[in-house]
């Protein structure tokens, strides 16, 4: 049935790029933030330096895996991962960007406002960083949901 559905409907290349940049972002980032909790690095410089190379080394992950993904998505599409995006996908675009902007000021907020009054240096850093993935997995989710529940505007 689950199959009938997908092949009568084939996710268009806007909706197959937004599950690529999701899934580049949670795997990347969440290995990232995964290491964090186990890492325990020697305070100064050690300190500065393996969290710099966990996020390059997450950052780099996450280009390979949208790299990748973009290349074959190109290859298999062909001239529809060449057009301009349509009215529908530009209104998905702003919904996500609206809701994951509201996300991110909120979660700033905390980070700005409440983190320095308990805690210093990384752990300061790294929720500004977890704020800023969690706002960009929220802005891709949503413009995932609304194509998938076949969202207008």
Do not use: C, K
């Not at 301009?84 to 530009?90: K, L, Q, T, V």
């Not at 994951?100 to 905390?110: D, E, R």
């Amino acid at each position: 049935m689950m199959l009938a559905t997908a092949q009568e409907n084939p996710m268009a290349y806007r909706e197959r790029l937004a599950w690529l940049e999701l899934t580049g972002m949670l795997i990347a980032y969440g290995g990232y933030f995964i290491a964090v909790g186990f890492v325990d690095p020697v305070a100064g410089r050690m300190e500065t330096l393996t969290y710099v190379a966990l996020f390059g080394a997450a950052t780099i992950a996450r280009l390979l895996i949208l790299g990748t993904g973009w290349l074959i998505l190109r290859a298999q599409m062909g001239s529809e991962a060449r057009a301009r995006p349509d009215e529908r996908d530009r209104a998905i675009a702003r919904r996500g960007a609206s809701v994951g902007y509201y996300v991110l000021l909120s979660l700033m907020l905390w980070v700005g406002v409440v983190m320095p009054l308990i805690d210093t240096g990384w752990a300061v850093a790294n929720s500004a960083l977890a704020a800023i993935v969690i706002a960009e997995i929220v802005r891709e989710a949503v413009a995932v949901i609304s194509y998938r529940r076949g969202w207008h505007g």
